[in-house]
């Protein structure tokens, strides 16, 4: 009998341990690091962040960028486009790739972060290119999308202890579900341990013709409010994610001033309050997209010297490089601070 009661204590237990631990979002630092799209550029970064996101066009890409980074920084690694099925316009419960490209890694970080980037967003725009299951799940307020993103990313922190999952929505499909649900809290993946929104543009304007211009503030208020609803039903340390435009593109940034006027904002926000976790800074590589040009801020020299500024005022990097024409933030940062989503 002893024996039989000892073996299902041992069941209980393992079955309670079928998924990893939630990532530590605890952290002396804010993370802060730039997006990349070369693997040769995380020596460029290295002495101003202690994160870095990259976005894989296959698994094998990771493998790289992980084998470079030799300075151990935490990779923030986009895999929700890896999982995309673009035939049905859903995501798949296979992150089998993923796994072996992180594992044949010569560099094994710690921790790591997966970033879920736009994937509701995703689905909705399959639903308008007629992806009938697609529609459904949008019709469902997403529950399948929101299950194998949740899977997924149980498996990875089970394989990969220390590693977590951000989920970074797009502006527009928070618009569009406060259009349909204007009491309700936005739809965002709820094992996640940080949460977020991008809008490129002017802070206190952003948005399209089509669908009309918010503050960013708003929607950051959005995020906020379903983040906590979220970690009063099940607390995992949840925080808020915040991304920053760094980059020169039509109908987004015209000048290096327009850049800084919402890094300095967002900077600002990020020092008011511990449950903001970090600045993601889009992008520092050049991009072409969609026949699209993106500056990314290593052309850009006063952008540059801002990221140093931001990462040296929250402590993170390298602080034995100094910029050119770094000054007291402190007191900047103030001037564009008198706006925040926190309440």
Not at 17 to 30: E, I, V
Not at 122 to 148: M, Q, W
Not at 205 to 224: A, D, F, I, P, R
Not at 254 to 263: C, K, P, R, V
Request: proline share 3%.
């Amino acid at each position: 009998m002893s024996k039989r009661i000892a073996f299902i204590v041992v069941t209980l237990l393992v079955s309670m341990n079928t998924y990893g631990a939630y990532f530590n979002t605890n952290r002396l630092q804010k993370i802060v690091g730039p997006f990349l799209t070369e693997v040769g550029h995380i020596e460029e970064v290295k002495a101003f962040s202690n994160a870095f996101g990259v976005a894989p066009k296959t698994a094998s890409d990771i493998t790289q960028y992980l084998d470079a980074n030799t300075y151990k920084m935490l990779p923030v690694i986009t895999i929700s486009s890896l999982l995309f099925d673009k035939e049905t316009g859903m995501y798949r419960n296979d992150p089998d790739a993923i796994i072996n490209a992180i594992e044949k890694s010569k560099i094994h970080p710690d921790e790591m972060l997966f970033l879920m980037d736009e994937p509701l967003a995703a689905v909705r725009g399959a639903c308008e290119k007629g992806k009938s299951k697609a529609c459904r799940d949008v019709d469902d307020r997403y529950v399948e999308t929101l299950s194998t993103l949740r899977l997924v990313g149980q498996l990875l922190r089970k394989q990969f202890p220390g590693s977590g999952v951000i989920h970074i929505e797009a502006w527009i499909e928070l618009v569009q579900q406060k259009k349909q649900y204007p009491n309700e809290n936005v739809i965002m993946l709820d094992d996640a341990e940080y949460l977020g929104f991008d809008c490129y543009g002017n802070f206190d304007y952003c948005g399209s013709s089509e669908l009309g211009y918010n503050s960013q503030l708003t929607y950051g208020e959005w995020v906020w409010d379903a983040m906590h609803a979220l970690e009063a039903t099940h607390s995992i340390g949840r925080k808020m994610f915040l991304v920053t435009g760094a980059f020169l593109a039509d109908q987004s940034f015209d000048s290096a001033e327009a850049i800084q006027e919402q890094m300095y904002t967002y900077a600002y926000i990020l020092s008011q309050h511990d449950k903001l976790g970090g600045l993601g800074i889009f992008l520092w590589s050049d991009l072409v997209e969609n026949g699209k040009l993106f500056t990314g801020a290593r052309g850009i020299p006063a952008i540059v010297d801002f990221i140093f500024l931001i990462a040296q005022y929250f402590g993170v990097g390298d602080r034995t490089e100094q910029c050119e024409v770094c000054v007291d933030f402190n007191g900047v940062v103030q001037s564009y601070g008198a706006q925040s989503f926190i309440k």
